[in-house]
């Protein structure tokens, strides 16, 4: 199991990770598992699925072909926000590449958890 870690200041104090796989946890479909093991095994089902994250590319015009939201009115509401509560220059940089045409972003709305539940 890859591991890896995060020491903090003090030499006592820090941060262990470990990777887990989702075979390894208990009620996971065949279905999702199958995904995660070949993707393009799945076509029938998720007919754009990519082996690898990089093969997205290919996807993007298709994307922007079907692209209906008013992105001056998302940007407006996450700039309003991020000012609102302190955002990085960094977050305002890439708020304002999403208003941009050609930008394609995945946006998800899973809630925070842990063992794929919330916490």
């Known amino acids: 199991m890859p591991e890896s870690a995060c020491l903090g200041k003090s030499e006592s104090i820090g941060l262990r ?4 796989p989702f075979s390894s946890i208990p009620g996971q479909s ?3 598992l199958d995904y995660l093991n070949d993707p393009l095994s799945l076509r029938e089902y998720f007919p754009s699925a990519v082996a690898q994250h990089d093969d997205l590319i290919r996807n993007i015009p298709d994307i922007l072909a079907v692209y209906t939201t008013d992105r001056s ?4 509401i996450l ?4 000012a609102k509560y302190g955002g990085s220059h960094e977050a305002l940089e890439s708020i304002a590449r999403l208003g941009e045409a050609e930008c394609v972003a995945v946006l998800t709305g899973q809630q925070a958890g842990i063992f794929t539940g919330p916490l």
């Open 73 to 76: 009115v998302v940007c407006e």
């Open 79 to 82: 700039r309003d926000q991020n």
């Open 17 to 20: 990770s470990e990777c887990l």
């Open 30 to 32: 065949k279905l999702f």
